[in-house]
């Protein structure tokens, strides 16, 4: 480091800059909007979203899906590598004997805490057979009243797959979005609060219709690496 940036100065009066050029110019910019001008201009606003919504980049680390076969199968093949570099230990799998003789297993659970998920995508680059991406192009689910509301099945994240392919880059936001609207207009009926147990309802937890799965077992991490 410099002289200057030791004493710190310097950088603290060239981040005030950054911040009051852009609180000036914005300023400036909407003022001149409410009199017809500089319309060609966009200023900085708030996107009202779900009405607004912002086109995610290429890049973007979205929610994960399972990718599938020719035949419509799960590529994963419960070789747990996602699992073993998970950083926050939020994925889940159950490994059972594939029907296919060309395989030798294949995940009968598998399960994603969203509510531990960091969306590293330290998962899609272990997996060695590209079964799970997060190119979905669609953020983390934000709705529910229980932990379980948040734990994305092996159904939900390969129906994401489906979606992308039949409907397009847009198919899961759009479904998610439509879902958001039909939950809203259920839950908050404040001559419904029995509605307001969320999880007890006869309607599918999410636009994906999930597999009935008991509570996921409680997993003791000190006790396995003790073990190793």
């Known amino acids: 480091m410099t002289f200057w940036e030791k004493i710190y100065l310097p950088e ?18 909407h003022t001149a909007h409410l009199f017809g001008l500089k319309k060609s201009v966009n200023a900085t606003s ?17 929610s994960h899906r399972l990718t599938l076969r020719e035949d419509a ?23 059972g004997e594939s029907p296919d003789p060309q395989i030798e297993k294949y995940p009968l659970r598998y399960e994603i805490d969203t509510l531990r998920c960091i969306y590293c995508g330290l998962c899609v680059e272990a997996c060695p057979c590209d079964a799970i ?14 932990r379980l509301d948040f734990v994305e099945t092996k159904e939900q994240l390969m129906h994401r797959s489906r979606v992308l392919a039949e409907k397009g880059r847009d198919g899961n936001m759009n479904e998610m979005l439509e879902w958001y609207q039909q939950q ?17 309802r006869d309607v599918p937890k999410h636009y994906a ?17 003790t073990a190793k």
């Open 12 to 29: 603290i009066l060239k981040g005030l800059a950054v911040t009051n050029y852009h609180f000036f110019r914005n300023l400036v910019l």
């Open 46 to 62: 708030t996107t009202q979203y779900p009405e607004e919504r912002k086109r995610y980049p290429d890049n973007f680390r979205g």
């Open 73 to 95: 199968s799960v590529r994963c093949t419960a070789c747990y590598l996602c699992a073993t570099a998970c950083p926050a230990q939020c994925i889940y799998i159950e490994a």
């Open 133 to 146: 991406r997060m190119d979905t192009y669609v953020h983390p689910r934000i709705w529910g009243f229980d």
């Open 184 to 200: 809203n207009a259920e839950v908050f009926n404040p001559q419904r609060p029995e509605l307001r147990t969320y999880t007890n």
């Open 209 to 225: 219709e999930p597999a009935e799965t008991d509570e996921l077992p409680a997993i003791d991490r000190h006790h396995e690496r």
